[in-house]
């Protein structure tokens, strides 16, 4: 019923930007939270970046003041604009969303914990 798709993703030069793109699609009504996470190579998952829909954010200390996320609600897509970034910045990110609530039918449902199938970052040294 929800799907993510990202895009956004490449390679790019260490200190060089990239910009993410996660849309929602399905009969989406609200989406409460969205958010950025990223797997390197054998690490586990982190949160990278988080907003709600009333626009409050929290980020990674890792990337504070380096990295925006921002969302369209009208679009149910999420951003995440990175600069300055680094070679260890390589990895997956992934878009989530959580607390979507969705037409179905005639009625309405929500749902949790919907993940993309994540995007490519590689940044070279």
């Known amino acids: 019923q929800v799907q993510l798709v990202e895009s956004g993703g490449g390679l790019v030069q260490a200190g060089g930007s990239l910009r993410l793109s996660c849309a929602a699609s399905?009969?989406?009504?609200?989406?409460?939270?969205m958010a950025w996470y990223r797997q390197a190579p054998g690490e586990q998952r982190e949160l990278v970046a988080g907003i709600t829909s009333e626009g409050s954010t929290n980020y990674a200390d890792s990337v504070k003041g380096r990295f925006a996320i921002s969302r369209d609600n009208a679009k149910s897509t999420v951003y995440l604009q990175m600069n300055s970034l680094k070679p260890e910045e390589t990895a997956v990110y992934y878009c989530?969303?959580?607390?979507?609530?969705?037409?179905?039918?005639?009625?309405?449902?929500?749902?949790?914990?919907?993940w993309g199938q994540g995007t490519q970052v590689t940044v070279s040294s």
């Open positions: 989530n969303a959580d607390h979507v609530t969705y037409a179905s039918g005639l009625g309405a449902y929500t749902g949790h914990d919907y």
């Open positions: 399905g009969r989406i009504l609200r989406i409460n939270t």
